[in-house]
C-alpha cells in the first residue's frame, strides 16, 4: 500500500515562490513514478508536472514550464515541487500522486493519491 501526504501549502504573495513535499506511508522505497495535479474551485483537476522513477525525466504543463520545478531521490517514494514567480491564476488545492512504473518514464496515470494541501496566491 502506498498512501501518500502533502505537505508546504500556504498562501503567498504573486510572484512569490512556495515549496510542496509529498511523502508515502507504509513504504519508502519502490519502482514509482510520481507526479502533482491540482484543483481550482469549482473546476477540474488538471495535471502539473510529472517525474520518473529515476529522478531524470520531467514533465510539466505549459502553464507551469520555467516556473515550477519538481524533484526526487532515485525510488523514494517522496516527491518535491518548487513553485516559483506564482500566479494568483495557481491558487489550487495541490495532490501528490504515484504509480507503479518500473520503466523509469513519466507517466499521467496514478492509482494513489494524497488527500490535498491548499496553496493560496494573493494578487
Known amino acids: 500500500q502506498v498512501q501518500l501526504v502533502e505537505s508546504g501549502g500556504g498562501v503567498v504573495q504573486a510572484g512569490g515562490s512556495l515549496g510542496l513535499s509529498c511523502a508515502a506511508s507504509g513504504r519508502t522505497f519502490g519502482s514509482y513514478a510520481m507526479g502533482w495535479f491540482r484543483r481550482a474551485p469549482g473546476t477540474e483537476r488538471e495535471f502539473v508536472a510529472a517525474?520518473?522513477?529515476?529522478?531524470?525525466?520531467?514533465y510539466y504543463a505549459d502553464s507551469v514550464k520555467g516556473r515550477f520545478t519538481i524533484s526526487r531521490a532515485s525510488a523514494a517514494i517522496r516527491v518535491y515541487l518548487q513553485m516559483n514567480s506564482l500566479k494568483p491564476e495557481d491558487t489550487a488545492v495541490y495532490y501528490c500522486a504515484a504509480n507503479w512504473n518500473n520503466r523509469d518514464e513519466v507517466v499521467l496515470h496514478y492509482d494513489y493519491w494524497g488527500q490535498g494541501t491548499q496553496v493560496t496566491v494573493s494578487s
Open positions: 517525474v520518473s522513477l529515476s529522478g531524470g525525466t520531467t
